[in-house]
C-alpha cells in the first residue's frame, strides 16, 4: 500500500525534531513484516512462539500461581497461549496475510468474535463458564470493528476522530475498571484482561482499519537496540534522581540471578511493555499526529501515559503519574525514531526491569 499524504508529512517533519529519523516508505500497513512473501519468516515466528510457551509452561506447572488452578492447568496454559499467539504472530506480519484471505468488510468484522475464545477455553473445563461474559468477550470486538469498519474510505488514512476515540476510550474502560476481572479470578492471572484487550486492539486496527504506520513488528531493524537503549539512558537520570527526591522509590542492592533476570525481562516485554506501547504508541501517539503534529502528539500521549498510572497503590499516586508521563516521553521518541513499537517496548522493559528488580 501507497504511503499517505499524511505519512509524507510525517516523514519530512521528524528532520530536527529530538534528533528523531524519517519514517520508513517501505513499511507495510500496521508495520508488520513479509508473512507471504517470506516462508522462513514464518517458521522462525512459529518456532520462537513455540520456544516461549516452553519455557512458560516450564516455570509455570510448578508455581504459585498454577496451585489454585488445580487440576485445570492445562486448560489456562492453553487460555495462555491463545493469547500471546496474535500478539507475537501479528508482530511477523500475520495481520497481512488474515487481510488478504479476508477480502470483505463484513467477514473481517465477523472473525473479531473469536476473541471470546481464550475465555471459553479456560472457563468451560473448569465449570465456570458464564453466558454474559462470553457474549461480552466475542460481541465487544465485533462492535469495535463494525465502528471502525464503517470509516469512510477517503478517511482511511488519517483520524477518523469520533470513531477512533470511542474505540480507544471503550479499550482503556475496560481495562481501568477491571469489567473483565471476572472472567480469569484467580491470582497472577491479572495479566490475561490486557493480553485480550492488545489482541482485539491488533486485530481491528490492523486488519479491519487498516492503519498505516503502527510499527508493530518484531523484525529489529540495524538501529532498534541502539535507540531504545539511548532512550532508556536519556531518562534514567529522571526516573532515578526525581524517583529518589520524591520518594518514590529505594534502591534495594542485590544481584539476581540470570534466570530471575530473564523472566523479567520476558514477562515484563510480553506482558506489559509490549500491549502498552501497541496502545500508547502505535495507535494513540500514531494517530494523534495527524492532528497535533509529532510534538503535540509526543506531549499528549505522554500526558495520557502518566494519568493511566493515576490509581497504581493509591487513590491517586501523583508521583506514578509524574514518573511514568516523563517516561512516556522517552517510551515516544524511541517509536517515533524508527516508527517501531519493538524499540519502545525495549525501552519501556529496560526502564521497568531495572526498576522492579533494584529500585522498587
Not at 516450564?58 to 500461581?65: G, N, V, W
Not at 534502591?251 to 533476570?261: C, D, G, T
Amino acid at each position: 500500500m501507497a504511503a499517505s499524504g499524511n505519512d509524507n508529512r510525517r516523514g519530512k517533519e521528524s528532520h530536527g525534531q529530538m534528533g528523531c529519523d524519517e519514517r520508513p516508505d517501505d513499511v507495510p500497513p500496521g508495520g508488520g513484516s513479509g508473512w507471504d512473501e517470506n516462508p522462513g519468516l514464518r517458521i522462525a515466528a512459529v518456532a520462537m512462539l513455540a520456544l516461549l510457551l516452553a519455557t512458560f509452561w516450564l516455570e509455570f506447572r510448578d508455581s504459585a500461581i498454577a496451585q489454585p488452578l488445580q487440576a485445570h492447568i492445562l486448560s489456562a496454559f492453553f487460555c495462555l497461549a491463545l493469547l500471546l499467539a496474535p500478539l507475537w504472530l501479528f508482530g511477523f506480519g500475520a495481520a497481512n496475510a488474515i487481510r488478504a484471505a479476508l477480502r470483505k468488510r463484513g467477514q473481517r468484522v465477523a472473525l473479531a468474535s473469536l476473541g471470546c475464545l481464550p475465555y471459553l477455553f479456560f472457563s468451560i473445563p473448569r465449570h465456570e463458564f458464564r453466558w454474559p461474559l462470553a457474549v461480552a468477550m466475542a460481541g465487544f470486538p465485533v462492535l469495535l470493528a463494525a465502528m471502525l469498519a464503517s470509516t469512510p474510505l477517503r478517511e482511511k488514512e488519517r483520524v477518523a476522530w469520533w470513531r477512533d476515540a470511542v474505540v480507544l476510550l471503550a479499550l482503556a474502560a475496560v481495562l481501568e475498571l477491571r469489567l473483565l476481572a471476572p472472567a480469569w479470578p484467580y491470582t497472577g492471572l491479572g495479566s490475561f484482561p490486557k493480553l485480550y484487550l492488545a489482541d482485539v486492539a491488533l486485530y481491528i486496527y490492523l486488519v479491519v482499519r487498516e492503519i498505516e504506520g503502527t510499527g508493530y513488528s518484531f523484525v529489529p531493524g540495524r538501529r532498534t537496540l541502539l535507540i531504545a537503549t539511548r532512550e532508556w539512558a536519556f531518562f534514567a537520570p529522571f526516573g532515578v534522581g526525581l524517583g529518589l527526591a520524591l520518594k518514590f522509590i529505594a534502591f534495594h542492592p542485590r544481584l539476581p540471578s540470570p534466570m530471575q533476570a530473564a523472566a523479567a525481562v520476558l514477562v515484563t516485554f510480553l506482558f506489559t511493555a509490549v500491549p502498552e506501547e501497541l496502545f500508547f504508541r502505535g495507535i494513540l501517539q500514531n494517530l494523534l499526529e495527524t492532528r497535533f503534529g509529532q510534538r503535540g502528539a509526543l506531549v499528549l500521549t505522554s500526558v495520557l501515559f502518566g494519568l493511566s498510572h493515576f490509581h497504581k497503590g493509591a487513590a491517586f499516586n501523583w508521583r506514578y503519574v509524574l514518573l511514568a508521563a516523563i517516561a512516556g516521553i522517552f517510551y515516544g521518541r524511541a517509536w517515533r525514531s524508527e516508527r517501531k513499537v519493538l524499540t519502545s517496548a525495549i525501552t519501556h522493559t529496560a526502564v521497568d526491569v531495572v526498576w522492579g528488580l533494584w529500585f522498587r
